[in-house]
């Protein structure tokens, strides 16, 4: 029976229904959320800050307020495109020469770049880069938004308060990624159980184990009554950066201050007979223009076929190869 599950069983997710646009999101609450501020009226931004912060609850692993992103906003009451980059940035005081290269080929990380010795760009108080992504999100709401901020944020404290609802995917998550957490007290302690077991959820339907969110929901709020600068000017911009300190890191409160997102024209492409707009800068907004620059001289034919995804592996090779090799973080304003 076991091994029958591990070769057939399928995962689908319910759906939820929408009115005046639609939302996704990883995570069915975080739709929800936004799915309730478009039928209470509000913008599509209003929607992409709710749903944002409630995933950053919800799914920690991947999204969370010490984050970064980017955002392609397209008005069609004007027709215009709007880009807005709010990516994490380096640290004022990092050293390249703090993360030298260990010589054991690609790391095992999202991205296939060289690794690092110790893993310090990506684990721990070393990997930590100015957040984005609160600024960015304040930013969108103060151009376009049309519900209070502090109503958007709402549903977020409310489900920190509550804790991460540790089902199976949230539990197998934590487990695949114990050995990183045990190596941070305050990750170890809010994620695994005595420092060092996985925390699970037990195993029938019935189980209630949530995780203890209620200093992310404090700070939460902190974001919702005080604006979205708050993570970055107050006292809890300042002393995110003493903790990372601490901990060995060299994100500094100048850092937080000084960060601001960006908004910027679109990078505009032609492909055949449809048009692109992608965000420019570090984002995946210049390699899918290279993308489909390189494709658009290339016969791909009426239907899929050998050759096609062929010419699409190549150009994507080509792509990334130019996106990992030289593109960086400059200091200077998207293109």
Same mark, same amino acid.
């Given at each position: ?15 939820? #229904? ?12 975080? @739709?929800?959320?936004?799915? #309730?501020?478009?039928? &209470? ?87 930590? @880069? ?27 404290? #409310? ?11 949230? &539990? ?34 019935? @189980? ?56 910027? &024209? ?54 990334? &190869? ?9 200091? #200077?304003?998207?293109?």
């Amino acid at each position: 029976m076991s091994s029958n599950l591990s070769h057939s069983s399928q995962t689908r997710k319910t759906v939820i #229904e929408t009115e005046h646009g639609v939302v996704a999101a990883q995570h069915r609450l975080a @739709a929800i959320a936004g799915a #309730e501020v478009l039928a &209470a009226g509000g913008d599509a931004v209003d929607a992409a800050v709710a749903t944002s912060f409630v995933i950053g609850v919800l799914e920690p692993w991947m999204s969370g307020p010490a984050g970064g992103g980017a955002m392609m906003l397209w008005r069609a009451e004007q027709g215009q495109a709007h880009a807005l980059n709010h990516g994490m940035r380096s640290p004022g005081a990092l050293d390249p020469a703090n993360y030298p290269l260990s010589g054991r080929g690609k790391a095992g990380d999202l991205f296939p770049w060289e690794h690092v010795e110790g893993d310090r760009n990506v684990q721990g108080a070393t990997a930590i @880069a100015v957040p984005g992504v609160v600024d960015g999100l304040g930013q969108a709401h103060e151009r376009f938004g049309k519900m209070p901020w502090a109503e958007l944020l709402a549903p977020a404290v #409310e489900h920190a308060r509550k804790g991460l609802l540790v089902d199976w995917y949230a &539990a197998l998550v934590i487990a695949s990624c114990t050995r990183a957490l045990a190596q941070d007290a305050d990750a170890a302690d809010l994620f695994l159980e005595d420092g060092q077991w996985p925390t699970i959820s037990g195993w029938t339907a019935l @189980a209630e184990k949530r995780l203890d969110q209620s200093r992310m929901a404090d700070s939460l709020d902190q974001i919702a009554r005080h604006g979205a600068r708050a993570l970055y000017d107050g006292d809890l911009g300042a002393a995110m950066a003493r903790d990372v300190q601490d901990k060995g890191g060299c994100l500094s409160h100048d850092d937080l201050q000084a960060y601001r997102a960006e908004f910027s &024209a679109p990078l505009d492409f032609a492909y055949r007979d449809a048009r692109f707009h992608v965000v420019p800068g570090l984002t995946a907004g210049p390699t899918f223009r290279d993308t489909f620059t390189s494709l658009a001289t290339e016969d791909l034919g009426s239907a899929p076929g050998p050759d096609s995804y062929a010419a699409m592996a190549e150009a994507l090779k080509g792509a990334y &190869a130019r996106r990992l090799g030289s593109m960086g973080d400059t200091g #200077e304003s998207p293109e």
